[in-house]
């Protein structure tokens, strides 16, 4: 196979992936948005389209082992089919946690919701952002995007705790919440933990570009005593 076909298998592994984080993102979007409409309906659709996330994984999953076999690439090339592999899998964790928001919300219903989703909101945006930014960083090769990207992930962790603090004095207040508080707390956790997985993701794409090993959670600053 000649180079310039060889180029297009990795660039088409690229466009690939770059539609997974595209779906994985808009089932993160919707799933906030019908939480906050309580739109069951939209929810029962969404946690039915995970499947097509999940097909997607497996699908560029076996399209790069099978460059892998056939093409027997080397240094560059091997990492960045090995950061596709990567980066695939974080963003079908992230299309599990959007499905968990949905499945959350259909078990809420149309109970009126006690707990303001201000913070629950912010925090999926924050983290829509910082994937965003990622699939950006990961198409144009830049490491540097991907080294600041992390610092907004300190901003999130801080509205996780601010919901939780509030879940546990509502539920000190009025025992009968429990189950829907508890949801909330979920759903936090679930956003806080995309946030993780994105940085999981500009740390590969460093190695990808770089071939240097970093802990982007070392760079970031301890919390205040």
């Not at 000190?172 to 949801?183: M, T």
């Amino acid at each position: 196979m000649t180079r310039k076909l060889f180029d297009n298998e990795l660039q088409q592994l690229g466009t690939d992936l770059l539609q997974l984080g595209a779906d994985a993102r808009n089932a993160l979007l919707m799933s906030v948005a019908a939480l906050t409409t309580q739109d069951i309906a939209a929810s029962w659709k969404l946690i039915d389209a995970d499947k097509k996330i999940n097909e997607q994984r497996h699908n560029l999953e076996n399209n790069c082992l099978t460059v892998i076999a056939t093409q027997q690439p080397m240094a560059g090339d091997l990492r960045r089919i090995a950061t596709v592999l990567y980066i695939a899998t974080e963003l079908e964790r992230i299309g599990d946690y959007a499905k968990t928001i949905a499945k959350l919300t259909v078990r809420i219903g149309d109970e009126p919701l006690v707990e303001p989703l201000a913070n629950i909101k912010r925090m999926s945006e924050l983290a829509m952002g910082m994937l965003d930014r990622a699939l950006q960083a990961f198409a144009a090769e830049d490491i540097e995007l991907a080294r600041r990207i992390p610092a907004d992930d300190d901003e999130i962790d801080k509205l996780y705790d601010v919901v939780f603090r509030a879940a546990m004095a509502h539920v000190r207040d009025n025992i009968a919440h429990v189950d829907q508080i508890n949801y909330v707390i979920m759903m936090a956790y679930s956003l806080e933990r995309t946030a993780d997985r994105v940085i999981n993701m500009c740390e590969r794409i460093i190695y990808m570009v770089s071939a240097e090993i970093v802990d982007l959670d070392d760079d970031m600053p301890e919390p205040a005593a």
